[in-house]
């Protein structure tokens, strides 16, 4: 019997940053069952900070695109996860009208960045939430699809 990759959406406000580090690590950790997304209330373009911290990681997210959700209204998300208060509270009616809408907040780098006194203290804000996602990926993804293969 085949069975059907869950579908995950990752929503942030401008899906420029920490939605794209969650969709990059989904693909690199659970590609094998899982169809990541990320999209943004609006879009501000992928960060180059972003990209940058992720391929020190070993994740290349140099080719996805900022989007909206307006781009994946086609797709029926099995679970929208926001990363963003902003997000949670203007996530569309439509994404949860079959999905299960997980929010789970993480820091906004470059926000952090704007506060640093150096490009690498900057850069360590990212390297943070990168792991952090990393690490919310690996744990709690796997307990919400153990189930659904």
Known sequence: MLS?????????????????????????????????YSAGI?????????????????????QQQSKTTDAVRHVDFDYVITLCGHAH????????????????????????????GSEEEALNHYRRVRDQIAAFVRKNIQMHTDGHR
Not at 8 to 33: H, P, V, Y
Not at 42 to 62: P, R, T
């Open 89 to 116: 509270e203007t996530c569309p009616a439509w994404l949860g009208s079959k999905a299960k809408v997980l929010h789970v907040g993480f820091d906004d780098p470059p926000a952090l960045a704007k506060t640093a």
């Open 42 to 62: 609006e879009s501000h373009g992928l960060n180059a900070n972003a990209v940058k911290v992720m391929a020190e990681a070993g994740v290349d997210i140099s």
């Open 4 to 36: 059907r990759k869950l579908k995950i959406l990752f929503l942030c406000t401008g899906n420029s940053c920490r939605s794209q580090m969650a969709e990059g690590w989904m693909r690199a950790l659970k590609g094998d069952a899982i169809e990541a």
